[in-house]
């Protein structure tokens, strides 16, 4: 089983709904967290963020499909990079 993390900036709330929906189609869920974070840019320059992390979890390998969305992001955002995880996790369970 594997998490997937997508890190999108919180910029554009209709983005977000997109890459949640793309998801939660796919994979029958998804869930979002809130984040701050620091990262320095290809001018050398330290950039703050407000992201929201958007993950879920599944048993196939959905990287390219993740890939795509970070794509997508990337491309409507106009952001020189996303971030994109992908976890192992020994065991998940929905109780």
């Avoid at 929906?21 to 809130?34: F, K, N, P, T, Y």
């Avoid at 984040?35 to 879920?56: F, P």
Wanted: aromatic share 10%; with cysteine; charged share 30%.
């Amino acid at each position: 089983m594997n998490k997937y993390s997508l890190y999108i900036p919180n910029l554009d709330k209709e983005v977000e709904r997109h890459v949640m929906e793309e998801i939660a189609r796919r994979l029958g869920g998804v869930s979002v967290a809130d984040c701050e974070g620091l990262w320095v840019s290809s001018a050398g320059n330290i950039v703050k963020d407000n992201n929201r992390i958007i993950y879920s979890y599944c048993d196939e390998d959905v990287t390219a499909f993740f890939r795509d969305l970070a794509a997508y992001v990337k491309d409507k955002l106009k952001q020189e990079s996303v971030l994109l995880t992908v976890e192992e996790v020994p065991r998940v369970l929905f109780i």
